[in-house]
Structure formats: structure tokens, C-alpha cells
């Protein structure tokens, strides 16, 4: 079992920065691939990005461009989503995600999601 605790969203302006993170407990990075994922009002889930156990990673580069940065750090369990230069249409509730195997673009594949954090970017 892996447990996922996102923070790091709230209020801001188009133009500003957030950095989520993503921390895990319970079975961890060593055997777990990490992913973002973002869910806007009305719409599905769309993946961002996301790291294998050995630190392969993988992007959405149509959903993630150069404004977001995901990294992760193995000795703190964490799972990290900068995102800069926000806009209004990055108003979502951002999740983190959890699954055995490589990094996949479906959210169907990852078993382990956290609670969400909401970022809301007003213009």
C-alpha cells in the first residue's frame, strides 16, 4: 500500500508559482512509479509528468510545456510539481499517483491516488 498526501495549491494570480508536493508513506519510491495529474472543472484527468523508481522520467510535453518542472527527491519520500507563469486555465484540482511499472499517460493505470490540492489562478 502507498499512502499520497498533496500540498502546496491555493489562490493565485496569473503570472505567479506554486510548488506542489506530492509526500508518500507506506511502500515508497523504491518500487513505485510517481506521476501528476490534474483534473480541470467539467474534465477528465490529465496526466503531467511523472518518474519511475530508477528515475526515468516521462512528460506530457502538450500539458506541462516548459512553464512546470517535476522532480523528485528519494530520501524524503516527496514528489515535487513547480509550476510557473500560471494561468487562469491551470485552475484545477492537481493529484499525485502511485502504480508498480513504468510511467503511463492513463489515469486507469495508477492505483494509488492521493486527496488533491486545488490551485486556482485568477486573472
Known amino acids: 500500500q502507498v499512502q499520497l498526501v498533496e500540498s502546496g495549491g491555493g489562490l493565485v494570480q496569473a503570472g505567479d508559482s506554486l510548488r506542489l508536493s506530492c509526500t508518500a508513506s507506506?511502500?515508497?519510491?523504491?518500487?513505485?512509479?510517481m506521476a501528476w495529474f490534474r483534473q480541470a472543472p467539467g474534465k477528465g484527468r490529465e496526466f503531467l509528468g511523472g518518474?519511475?523508481?530508477?528515475?526515468?522520467?516521462?512528460v506530457d510535453t502538450d500539458a506541462v510545456s516548459d512553464r512546470f518542472i517535476i522532480s523528485k527527491n528519494n530520501t524524503k519520500n516527496k514528489l515535487y510539481l513547480q509550476m510557473n507563469s500560471l494561468k487562469p486555465e491551470d485552475t484545477a484540482v492537481y493529484y499525485c499517483?502511485?502504480?508498480?511499472?513504468?510511467?503511463?499517460?492513463?489515469?486507469?493505470?495508477?492505483?494509488?491516488w492521493g486527496q488533491g490540492t486545488q490551485v486556482t489562478v485568477s486573472s
Open positions: 499517483a502511485a502504480r508498480i511499472g513504468n510511467v503511463r499517460f492513463s489515469d486507469n493505470a495508477y492505483p494509488y
Open positions: 507506506g511502500r515508497t519510491f523504491s518500487d513505485h512509479t
Open positions: 518518474f519511475t523508481a530508477s528515475g526515468t522520467s516521462a
